[in-house]
């Protein structure tokens, strides 16, 4: 199954214009399951998530069709960022298929197993959703 084991994603690097708190990723539920989001700061943190994730799409959608550079090098730098973002985005994607799977979600949703979810709503090949 999916794991951000071994990820360079839980590195912190440092986000200059986001204006993002540093400790906005923290849980200070205690361990009380639930309660991350039972407060007004859990709600937030749950809202922010989704915000970027939408930010991200948009994003990802726009870059997908724009033109390539012509300088070669820009076309290096760009490269070598976009790993960087890769690397981040499959560790939050793991960490979101590893809760769905927990909680059983993609079986409630009509799917046969997160497996199959992955696949069918993911369109990931057999291999990529951690087939054998």
Same mark, same amino acid.
């Given at each position: ?9 839980? $590195? =912190? @690097? ?5 204006? %993002? ?6 849980? +200070?539920?205690? !361990? ?9 700061? !859990? ?8 915000? %970027?994730?939408?930010?991200?799409? $948009? ?6 069709? &724009?033109? /390539? ?6 076309? /290096?730098?760009?490269?070598? $960022? /976009?790993? @960087?973002?890769?690397? #981040?985005? +499959? ?11 927990? &909680?059983?979600?993609? #079986?409630?949703?009509? =799917?046969?197993?997160? #497996?199959?979810? /992955?696949? +069918? &709503? ?11």
């Amino acid at each position: 199954m999916w794991s951000s084991e071994g990820s360079a994603a839980r $590195e =912190h @690097f440092a986000i200059n214009d986001c204006g %993002l708190r540093q400790d906005a990723s923290q849980d +200070t539920s205690d !361990g009380v399951p639930g309660a991350a989001g039972a407060d007004s700061a !859990g709600r937030d943190r749950a809202r922010s998530s989704w915000v %970027l994730v939408g930010s991200l799409r $948009e994003t990802s959608q726009a870059l997908a069709l &724009a033109p /390539l550079p012509d300088d070669v090098d820009i076309c /290096l730098a760009e490269a070598e $960022e /976009l790993m @960087f973002v890769r690397d #981040r985005i +499959t560790c939050a994607l793991a960490d979101r298929v590893g809760r769905v799977h927990g &909680a059983g979600q993609a #079986r409630q949703q009509g =799917h046969a197993s997160t #497996r199959s979810w /992955l696949r +069918t &709503a993911g369109g990931m090949s057999v291999a990529g959703a951690g087939g054998c």
